[in-house]
């Protein structure tokens, strides 16, 4: 009799456990929308390592930045890689974007490129500017402008989605062009001549993964894997730089030694750096956004103030053990 009791107990536990399983709701999709950039590969070297699996982490991948806010706003992803002017802009329009994660900062790989008979950057006054319809375009073009007192009327823009960007040069439709990695290595080895990065307005270019605060309070474990699969990455590709590289070409469609070049104007802050970035009731980004929401409202790129501040969580990075 006292092995029937166990059997039943034991058969009630096992069917309670698998009731509990199929009744228990799974994790909403985690999507992720990117444009290329290598500051955002590590996201994808994650998923070619399978840091992903048994996650709800889904990338999403656009043609263009300007299409990866078009889709936060229809919410058709969760979550984003963007820069910091683009998020500004999604706080103007009325979004509620939490940024989680600096991705990278930029020093020299976002650039104005010319054809090889323009010297400096003054010379593109009256040239045809090739720029993608996007904060970041028009930040770094009107940043540049002003460092060497040209405006804005003085040169004649061209729409160019990023995608683009080789394309046009190539075939002569414009003179210059404001973009960024993986296209400034292409063109500067088709000739082109650098006339302007991102290095001479340090800390003003930052990219940073940021998700729907909505989400995070429903999820947050998601969240959690999502951030503690990118810091594994980061950690392959300083451990395994040839390895990680070569899983990149595809996306970057340049050289794996190319891509480790294109790595040296970027820098991917780590877990610690990125606790100290978002960290305390001051954090240090928080002073950079307000600096860019001030020249960007001087700039017309904002036309009303925002409030930066509640845009930042540092609770999930907190959190993170690896």
Known sequence: MGKLLQFIVF???????????????????????????????????????????????????????????????????????????????????????????????????????????????????????????????????????????LKINEIKIVPIESSGHERAFKEGKIDAVVTFEPFRTRLLNAGAHKLFDSSRIPGEVVDVLVVRRDYIDKNPQEVRKLLKSWFHALNYMKENSGDAAQRMTGRLRIKPDEIIASFQGLRLPDLNENRKLLGSLNPPLLKTANHLAEVMKEQNLLFKKVEVKPIFNNRLIEDIQL
């Open 11 to 149: 058969l009630f536990f096992t069917l309670a456990i698998i009731i509990l399983s199929c009744t228990q709701k799974p994790s909403e999709p985690l999507r992720i929308g990117t444009n290329v950039w290598p500051g955002y590969e590590p996201l994808y070297l994650a998923r070619s390592l399978k840091y992903f699996d048994n996650t709800s982490v889904r990338l999403v991948e656009f043609p263009s930045s300007s299409e990866v806010l078009r889709a936060f706003r229809n919410n058709a992803i969760e979550g984003a890689a963007l820069t910091l002017d683009e998020v500004l802009l999604l706080v103007q329009s009325g979004m509620d974007p939490c940024l989680i994660l600096v991705m990278d900062i930029s020093h020299g790989a976002d650039v104005i490129i010319g054809k090889p008979e323009l010297a400096s950057l003054e010379d593109i006054k009256g040239k045809r500017v090739g720029v993608e319809n996007s904060a970041l375009g028009a930040y770094m073009l009107s940043r540049a402008l002003e460092i060497v007192g």
